[in-house]
T-cell receptor, first 114, second 115 residues
Framework: DAGVIQSPRHEVTEMGQEVTLRCKPI?????LFWYRQTMMRGLELLIY????????DSGMPEDRFSAKMPNASFSTLKIQPSEPRDSAVYFC????????????FGPGTRLTVL | GNSVTQMEGPVTLSEEAFLTINCTYT??????LFWYVQYPGEGLQLLLK?????DKGSNKGFEATYRKETTSFHLEKGSVQVSDSAVYFC??????????????FGTGTRLTIIP
């Protein structure tokens, strides 16, 4: 069974450009999470979805960030316009059911904004 | 709010040494507790978990016991190997509670094992 799939694995862009990160959760999982990892702030939750509905987006830094989950097998995190301080590793994770607490993580997208 | 305090790193040990990485938490209620491991250039992998007080999670020779009285979940391994070199994260969640499923992480502890 494939794990969580993220693309691209690496992204280098220039300040002001739009960036779109993609995630495919594990089939059958009904919760999806976007995390950001930086040296300064560690791992922080940006937003999560349950059954494709955004539940908590309080971690989204500002209006430049947006996330969608149009169906159960796909989600995007978009940054527009990007800034150098957005440089980080972005992880997607998914979870199944109402009783199993663990989340399964993708390999991450390393974003560098020049 | 919920928080996780984790032993500062980095930690450097010789192969076959005993490992302890301390983790304590603050939460309202009784969360599930986790240890995740991140190998260089990879995502996080679940190492072990415990969902209620006195539960012991174990995997790959690692163990951690959920201690409600001390709000702790210390990670231990009796004999470490070079392949255990990674960053270890302690985390909590109320995963089954709708609206409160997010993982709250500690800062991570970088472990290096030297031959």
């Amino acid at each position: 069974d494939a794990g969580v799939i993220q693309s691209p694995r690496h992204e280098v862009t220039e300040m002001g450009q739009e960036v779109t990160l993609r995630c495919k959760p594990i089939s059958g999982h009904n919760s999806l999470f976007w995390y950001r990892q930086t040296m300064m702030r560690g791992l922080e939750l940006l937003i999560y979805f349950n059954n494709n509905v955004p539940i908590d987006d309080s971690g989204m830094p500002e209006d430049r960030f947006s996330a969608k989950m149009p169906n159960a097998s796909f989600s995007t995190l978009k940054i527009q316009p990007s800034e150098p301080r957005d440089s980080a590793v972005y992880f997607c994770a998914s979870r199944w059911g109402d009783s199993t607490p663990e989340q399964f993580f993708g390999p991450g997208t390393r974003l560098t904004v020049l | 709010g919920n928080s996780v305090t984790q032993m500062e790193g980095p930690v450097t040990l010789s192969e076959e040494a005993f490992l302890t990485i301390n983790c304590t938490y603050t939460a309202t209620g009784y969360p599930s507790l986790f240890w995740y491991v991140q190998y260089p250039g990879e995502g996080l992998q679940l190492l072990l978990k415990a969902t209620k007080a006195d539960d012991k999670g174990s995997n790959k020779g690692f163990e951690a016991t959920y201690r409600k009285e001390t709000t702790s979940f210390h990670l231990e391994k009796g004999s470490v190997q070079v392949s255990d070199s990674a960053v270890y994260f302690c985390a909590l969640s109320f995963g089954a509670n709708f609206g409160n499923e997010k993982l709250t992480f500690g800062t991570g502890t970088r472990l290096t094992i030297i031959p």
